[in-house]
Nanobody, 126 residues
Framework: QVQLVESGGGVVQAGGSLRLSCAASGLSFSRRNMAWFRQAPGNQRDFVAAITWRDGRTACADSVKGRFTISRDNAKNTVYLQMTSLRAEDTAVYHC???????????????????WGQGTQVTVSS
């Protein structure tokens, strides 16, 4: 049974930092692209950042570029999202997602991801 469990969310003041973690089990983590998406109330789900399985190449949304960093630890089956200089507009539920096995393309739409976590709430107070 595949499980993606996010943690690390919370309430933080604007300008602060948080690190989200997503622990994966039940799948071949080291052979899957991983990503973070977020969804604020009343909004669509938005791409945040992704990292490839093959070479660790990353991509991130323009809105978080220079502030958020995605990384992975294959030994721990965990993907991270380091968030700095947080803004009120970063408030959302953050979900991690696991791609299909050995996908060579890095998807930012969400359509390629086979598994999703339940999410962790991030609230940035201004």
């Amino acid at each position: 049974q595949v499980q993606l469990v996010e943690s690390g969310g919370g309430v933080v003041q604007a300008g602060g930092s948080l690190r989200l973690s997503c622990a994966a089990s039940g799948l071949s983590f080291s052979r899957r692209n991983m990503a973070w998406f977020r969804q604020a109330p009343g909004n669509q789900r938005d791409f945040v950042a992704a990292i490839t399985w093959r070479d660790g190449r990353t991509a991130c949304a323009d809105s978080v570029k220079g502030r958020f960093t995605i990384s992975r630890d294959n030994a721990k089956n965990t993907v991270y999202l380091q968030m700095t200089s947080l803004r009120a507009e970063d408030t959302a539920v953050y979900h991690c997602a696991a791609d299909r096995f050995q996908n060579l393309a890095l998807d930012t739409t969400g359509r390629a991801y086979a598994y999703w976590g339940q999410g962790t709430q991030v609230t940035v107070s201004s």
